[in-house]
């Protein structure tokens, strides 16, 4: 290990189109091209890199492709698993005859489950995806109908006041009993005539849509209890009789998904297939929202049916799906480097010796932000194996402790334990590099707490852009919620003395040192480093370089903080403007 003096300084910025985003979703990524220039400025190759949350396994990407050796352990087996076929040690040739092989043993069953007929010209086609609509009961007149009947408007958008096509009275969703979904459209591509056509089903779609098939599947499929208690459990899963893991798909996909599952475990390369199937799991489920546009995703951080969803074809998906793969164990080819991933709690790392590890990058949970456990429950379910909720660092005041209920102070304990751990493991001199956010201050200040406890001193933080945001920072910007969506990371060192906090100007209190410091960003910033979440993020790094403490500045006192000093004008804050006065 060479011996780093100065932390690394510059602003990272990522991105999300890379093929490591596409082969398979996770609830939060750092882009690995944004991770390569630290670990570039704190190891040299053949340095060994942990990620004690390893999430993605992304870091694991970083130190591939930069001639590391990457050590990953993650809690949940979801992780652990998304992160060992991100990293995988497969040829694209050993990829490619695996996953010929698996589509070719399921072709027939496509033709028996999807196989349709072209409207126009009468030939073989195959079904798209399937639309399928919730049924209520009209509160007024109490006949059923179709929440796509009831919601849509002249122009496809949906409305908020449904309108009883029977009776004409005007409700609520939320006042109409809710019952079984009915499939209303379908789309359907004709390998004849070149063509897509979507329109309503045949009776004969129909038919095939509705078939009962739970008690003929043959292979093994999960049938997990979605329980009550679980975070994000709703009264909606009870009303639409979602009560075990295989309730989150229609009977025709979770035998499709059941045979691909089968298959993908008899292969050789068992691990790349069945990580290839676990790829399009949530998207193959009833969790894919209907968009009168086109189709965009599962909303993650949540487990929501929507009252309009795609059924798609489970080998159509399997089909794209294997060639981002494809894509994904070619561009692992241009790497020098190796990863190793296991099933670990950070509190434990007792698979590594003390003063082992020349660098840590780590992104761990961010307090109460993401209920990874729930968020991977369908990737869990399928993999028959579920994150210890116990042992999870999160902030759940809503659940019992034997469900994995926390509070502040026990996260806080947790991420003590974690980052001790990563002090035990890092050489003497070595760094880490902690990413975080949060809107909280009181969070930021346990993590800080945590940090300190672990004598683990902070050297530096700087921004990490990861170029579109999270889950949480498109509700920010839609305005549903107020959060951070620039994150922050902590360059910490392990040995030597903690810096010593400065002393704020005197007679200037500290927010008129933060609002001082917003000016002088606010002098020289482009039009993206303007906006709240970036100023909060900024405003938490200037805190914490000084080593104030960051209590009272949460996302929504630094708000209040830009809204009394400074102008909010075309989405982002600017310099006051002093008045022009009249000749």
């Known amino acids: 290990m060479r011996r780093v003096d100065e932390p690394y300084r510059h602003e990272v910025v990522g991105r999300k189109g890379s093929v490591f985003y596409r082969a398979h979703s996770y609830h939060t990524k ?32 970083a130190t591939i492709l930069s001639g590391r050796v990457g050590i990953l352990s993650d809690l949940s087996p979801a992780a652990v698993e998304i992160a060992c076929g991100h990293t995988m040690p497969i040829s694209p040739d050993d990829y490619r005859r695996a996953a010929q092989s698996l589509m070719a ?22 079904i798209e995806y399937t639309v399928w609509s919730d049924t209520l009961v009209c509160p007024s007149c109490g006949a059923d109908i179709l929440y796509w009947d009831a919601a849509r408007q002249s122009d496809g958008t949906l409305a908020k006041t449904l309108r009883c096509p029977v009776c004409g009275t005007s409700f609520r969703k939320t006042d109409a009993e809710l019952r079984q979904p009915h499939p209303v459209l ?66 025709r996909n979770l035998q499709a998904l059941a045979a691909a599952w089968a298959v993908a475990g008899q292969s050789d390369e068992a691990a790349a297939m069945r990580f290839t199937v676990s790829a399009i799991i949530n998207r193959a489920s009833r969790r894919y929202q209907w968009n009168p546009k ?42 020098t480097g190796a990863c190793d991933v296991r099933k670990a709690s950070a509190t434990e790392l007792s698979y590594l010796a003390d003063s082992s590890v020349d660098y840590v990058f780590t992104d761990p949970p961010f307090g109460a932000n993401i209920y990874y456990s729930d968020a991977s429950y369908l990737w869990e379910a399928w993999l028959d194996d579920f994150t210890a909720t116990r042992q999870e660092a999160v902030v759940s005041t809503s659940l019992r402790p034997e469900h994995g209920g926390k509070s502040l ?55 990490f852009d ?37 002393r704020p100007v005197p007679g200037c209190d500290l927010d008129e040192q933060v609002v001082q410091a917003i000016d002088e960003l606010l002098a020289t910033a482009p039009t993206r480093r303007r906006t709240t979440p970036y100023i909060h993020s900024f405003v938490m790094r200037f805190l914490l370089e000084k080593g104030w403490p960051l209590a009272g500045h949460s996302y929504k006192a630094v708000e209040d903080m830009l809204h009394a000093h400074f102008d909010f004008v075309d989405g982002v804050w600017t310099q006051h403007q002093a008045p022009t006065e009249l000749a």
């Open 105 to 126: 043993r399921l072709s027939k069953l496509e033709t028996k489950l999807y196989g349709t007929s072209c409207g126009r010209c009468g030939s073989s086609a195959r």
């Open 466 to 502: 990861k170029s579109q945001p999270t889950f949480k920072g498109i509700k920010q910007i839609t305005g549903q919620e107020r959060v951070s969506s620039f994150d922050v990371v902590l360059q910490l060192r392990t040995g030597g003395r903690p810096a010593k906090a400065s």
């Open 409 to 463: 102070a026990d996260y806080e304990a947790l991420m003590a334990k974690s980052f001790q751990e990563i002090t035990r493991v890092l050489k003497p001199g070595a760094w880490a590099s902690v990413m975080f956010h949060n809107s909280d201050d009181a969070v930021w200040s346990s993590l800080v707490r945590a940090v300190e406890s672990a004598d683990l001193h902070l050297e530096s933080a700087i921004a």
């Open 30 to 61: 750092v882009p690995p091209e944004g991770i390569i220039p630290l670990i570039q400025h704190y190891t040299d190759p053949g340095d060994m890199v942990l990620d004690p949350f390893c999430g993605s396994g992304m870091t694991g990407v």
């Open 294 to 335: 086109r189709p965009t995703n599962v909303l993650s951080g949540t487990l929501y049916i929507a009252s309009l969803t795609y059924e798609f074809n489970v080998f159509a998906l399997l089909r794209r799906k294997v060639r981002a793969v494809q894509q994904l164990t070619e561009a692992l080819q241009s790497g």
């Open 186 to 251: 379908v789309s359907v591509s004709c390998g004849c005539c070149r063509v897509r056509e979507e329109r309503p089903l045949t009776q004969a779609e129909l038919t095939e849509a509705l078939l009962t098939r739970r008690d003929h599947i043959t292979d093994w499929y999960p049938t997990t209890p979605f329980e009550g208690w679980r975070e994000m459990w709703r009264g909606q899963h009870r009303s639409l009789g979602v009560t075990t893991a295989a309730d989150f798909f229609t009977d």
